[in-house]
Structure formats: structure tokens, C-alpha cells
């Protein structure tokens, strides 16, 4: 093995270890299911605003984003700018529900519907295969990193990285998430900006890169070489997966306090706007300096290795593998609640016992991992494996959600109705090459096609005649059976259920 690749493979495993350690010291915080999947609803200001950005600047803004800025130029700060947008809309839109008490994004959206068990149990299923499926994504980046850096097979390298995060997250919970992720989120900022500032540096400015660059592809946010509609679809389908994927929700239900989530989605949303720049540096100033490339979804990796010192690229690894890490390890724990929360219910009729839930939630983390890891294995890029999967599966979720929250005269049918008829939008667009190539990908016509049903359906349908106050009840009632100490730490803000505002039912 080449010395690089020594120092390589031995910075990976040190960070590895770090995180371990970490997880181990605060594994004895988890007494509770709750503890262990929501870290207690006690997290503040600071370990929110980390933990969500961690996340939120991961694969698809590390090897994604630099893969499309490679090819794309500009086009690249698309994803930080429709991510951006997405939290700034999610704080606006979702961060109140805080104080329900929720645990997972399947509860919050039955509770729109009356606490019904036909869209909770259908919203499972698909949130728990979208949440795996963002894994396996997280697990992909990862891995191409690993390989392409210390020359380890790649099937082995996925394998790797899944074990390597997956250690520290079963043992210490959401709380090891939390913490690691701040930790991830720190040498992530730090070696992105050190990369892109040394990568201008050694280009020599903006000048040569506008020199080498075809035009249109250093045209506004690369709307010359994308297409203008291709270019909105991209900002939107980001934010769209910033809106609908669960495990943003999760850091709303695990703040002390709808203050705190509003609070920190606000500076999140403040920072990833900023890092919106960087990503498109780092890629076109690759483009410059290795025009070659065959996958540009190794940009980053060869910029941080083959152009700059041992030591740098060092760093830069473990800034890149923090990126996919500390989204996978969100990834895992969100899908682990739904799965506990929901899917069991679905299934079993029941709830799993409260004494069992850490034992419970361990067992199912370890079980989610390997799901995520046999699609990664199948699976080749990023951007496309992300915007599709979005498209297909989070449109409709998302305008089910909307309609459910703020239109009293939606129905859980029409919940239904928006799922399908946007996975239905998406799909005819996805195996159409002209739609494909008119649209850029399908979020657009499938949001359009979930509203329409969301709306026909539920106008045909019978009105919905269970409470708000009614339906917190109900739901309130089965995460009791899981953790009592749920109700307990709800937060100070948070009303009875017979207090519980209705909605206008004009």
C-alpha cells in the first residue's frame, strides 16, 4: 500500500475511534426508548443548530454538489441555496409542532388527519424506505471516498464506512448523533473552507477558471448549462427533501422548546446559504486544474489528494467522510423511530414494551444499516440516487402534509391521493428521456400532480370528524406504551391535549 494510503486508512480509523469514544461517554445518558432515539426532548440551541447542519451539509453537499459543479459550474450552488430555502421554510411552516410531543413524522402527519391509522401506517412504510434509502446514499459517498483514497475495494469500503458509524450510533443513540455530529460539523466547515480557499488560491483566482471554463458554464448558477426549468427543479426538489425527509423533523421534536427549534433552524439556515459558494469553488477550480476527470463524482477527492500536500488531504478526508457520516448516523436513528413508533404498530398491532426500547432500538439500528447497506451496493451516483428518490417518494408526502396542516376540508383519503398521484407524476416522468430532459427531474410536475389529487380526492371524500384535541389523545396514548417518560418531557410549552387549538373548520 502506497504511504498516502497508509495515512489515509490510519486518519480514518482515528477519527473512527474519536467517535466511538464519544458515543461510549455518552451511552450512559440512555435510560429510556426515548432517551436513546430523541435524546430526551432536551437538546438547547447549540447541540440543534450542530447537529442539523452536520447533516444537512453532507453527501449531497460534499460529492454531490462538487460532482455537479464540476460538470455544471455554478449550477452547483443549487443545492445550498434550495436547502437553505427548505429550512428557512420548515421553521416558518413546521417548527410549532414542537410542542405536540411528537416522536416521528409519520405521528405528526396522522395527527392532521385525525390520528388516522390507514395514512400513518401508509406514511411509514414509505418514510422508513426513503429514510433507508438516504442511508445507503450516505453509505455510497462515503465509501467512494474511502476507495478512491487508500485503494480499498469498494464493495469492502461500503461495508466500512456503514460498520464505522454504525458502531458509535448503536451504543450511544441519538445522543452520540448529537454530539458526534457537532464535532463532524466543525472539521466539515473548516476543511470545506480550507479546501475551496486553497483550491483559488492555486487556480489563481477567478480569472483562469473563467478562462478555461466553457461560458455557459460559469453563467449565473449555471442556468446556461442546466436549462432555467432544469435549474428550478433542482433548487426545489433539494428543498423539498429538506422539508419532507424525517430526520430534520427530528430535531425539531428532540428541542427543549419550539423557541429553541426556531432559534436554531434560523442560524442553519444562515450558514448553509453561506456555504452554498463553496461547493461550486471547489468544483470548477478541479475542472481546472484536472479537466479528465471520468467520474466526476470523485472531484473532491482527487482535488484535496492529488493537487495539495499529504497533511491537507489528510484533513480534507476526514472533513469529506464527516460529511456522509454525519448525515448516515441521523439517517439510521430516524429510521430505527419510525420504525419502532410506527411500523410495529402497523404490523404487530402494538406498541414494544417501554423496559425493551433500548435493547429494542439497538437490535432495529443494526437491521436498518444492513437494509441500507445492500441497496448501496447496488446503487452508482449521488445526485441522481437523491434528486429521483425526492422526487418520487417526498413530493407527495409533502403537499399530503401542507393540505393535512392547513386546509381543514383535507382528508386522510386525500393524503393518500397526494402520495400516490406525485409518485405517479414522477414516475412517467422518470422514464420519459424528454420530460427528463425538459424538466431537469420530475418535482416539479409531481408536487403539481399531488396537489390536484391531494384536492380532488379529499373533496369527494367525507369531511374529517375527529378533533385535534381528540387525535393528541389517541397518539398521545401510544407513546406512552413506549416510554411514559414521553409525556414527562414534552417541554414546558407544550399544552394538554384538551387544550389543543382546532383548526378553523370553515
Not at 71 to 87: F, Q
Not at 135 to 142: E, F
Not at 284 to 306: G, Y
Not at 428 to 454: F, K, R
Request: hydrophobic share 50%.
Amino acid at each position: 500500500m502506497p504511504e498516502s494510503s497508509s495515512v489515509y486508512l490510519l486518519t480514518f480509523i482515528g477519527s473512527l475511534v474519536l467517535m466511538l469514544a464519544l458515543g461510549i461517554w455518552v451511552a450512559r445518558r440512555n435510560r429510556t426508548g426515548e432517551d436513546f432515539l430523541l435524546a430526551g426532548r432536551r437538546l438547547s440551541v447549540p447541540f440543534v443548530t450542530g447537529s442539523a447542519l452536520a447533516t444537512l451539509v453532507g453527501t449531497g453537499s460534499s460529492l454531490g454538489a462538487v460532482s455537479l459543479s464540476y460538470t455544471n459550474g455554478w449550477a452547483g450552488a443549487l443545492y445550498g441555496l434550495g436547502g437553505a430555502a427548505g429550512i428557512f421554510l420548515l421553521l416558518w411552516l413546521f417548527a410549532d409542532v414542537r410542542k405536540h410531543g411528537f416522536m416521528t413524522l409519520p405521528e405528526e402527519i396522522s395527527y392532521y388527519f385525525g390520528a388516522n391509522r390507514v395514512i400513518k401506517g401508509a406514511v411509514a412504510i414509505v418514510l422508513f424506505l426513503a429514510t433507508v434509502g438516504w442511508l445507503g446514499a450516505h453509505i455510497l459517498g462515503g465509501a467512494l471516498y474511502l476507495s478512491f483514497l487508500t485503494g480499498m475495494d469498494m464493495a469492502l469500503a461500503k461495508v466500512v464506512v456503514a460498520v464505522g458509524f454504525g458502531l458509535y450510533t448503536v451504543i450511544g443513540g441519538y445522543w452520540a448523533v448529537v454530539v458526534t455530529d457537532m464535532v463532524q460539523g466543525t472539521i466539515l466547515f473548516l476543511g470545506f473552507s480550507l479546501l475551496a480557499v486553497l483550491a483559488l488560491v492555486k487556480v489563481g483566482g477567478f480569472g483562469p477558471i473563467n478562462e478555461k471554463a466553457p461560458s455557459e458554464v460559469t453563467s449565473f448558477l449555471g442556468v446556461e448549462t442546466l436549462g432555467t426549468i432544469p435549474a428550478i427543479s433542482m433548487a426545489v426538489v433539494i428543498a423539498v427533501g429538506v422539508l419532507a425527509t424525517p430526520s430534520h423533523r427530528q430535531r425539531i421534536y428532540s428541542a427543549d422548546s419550539v423557541r429553541t427549534a426556531r432559534r436554531s433552524f434560523a442560524l442553519v439556515g444562515v450558514l448553509f446559504a453561506a456555504f452554498a459558494i463553496t461547493p461550486p469553488i471547489v468544483g470548477l477550480s478541479t475542472r481546472t486544474l484536472s479537466p479528465e476527470i471520468e467520474n466526476p463524482d470523485m472531484a473532491f477527492p482527487v482535488l484535496a489528494t492529488e493537487v495539495f500536500p499529504l497533511w491537507v488531504g489528510a484533513l480534507l478526508l476526514i472533513a469529506g467522510l464527516s460529511a456522509t457520516m454525519s448525515s448516515g448516523d441521523s439517517e439510521a436513528l430516524t429510521g430505527v423511530t419510525i420504525f419502532l413508533r410506527d411500523v410495529v404498530k402497523l404490523v404487530t398491532g402494538k406498541m414494544p414494551r417501554a423496559e425493551n426500547m433500548v435493547v429494542y432500538s439497538r437490535i432495529a439500528l443494526v437491521a436498518v444499516l444492513l437494509f441500507a447497506l445492500a441497496g448501496a451496493l447496488m446503487a452508482e451516483t449521488i445526485i441522481d440516487y437523491i434528486t429521483t428518490m425526492i422526487a418520487t417518494v417526498l413530493s407527495g408526502l409533502l403537499i399530503a402534509t401542507l393540505l393535512g396542516k392547513f386546509w381543514s376540508r383535507s382528508t386522510w383519503q386525500g393524503g393518500i391521493g397526494a402520495i400516490i398521484g406525485g409518485a405517479a407524476a414522477a414516475t412517467t416522468v422518470n422514464v420519459s428521456d424528454s420530460l427528463t430532459e425538459y424538466w431537469g427531474n420530475p418535482v416539479i410536475p409531481s408536487l403539481v400532480a399531488a396537489l390536484i389529487c391531494g384536492v380532488l380526492v379529499s373533496l369527494v371524500t367525507p369531511r374529517q370528524t375527529i378533533s385535534d384535541a381528540e387525535a393528541l389523545r389517541l397518539l398521545a396514548a401510544e407513546r406512552a406504551e413506549i416510554d411514559v417518560g414521553t409525556q414527562l418531557r414534552a417541554g414546558d410549552d407544550t399544552p394538554s391535549a384538551d387544550a389543543a387549538p382546532e383548526r378553523d373548520p370553515s
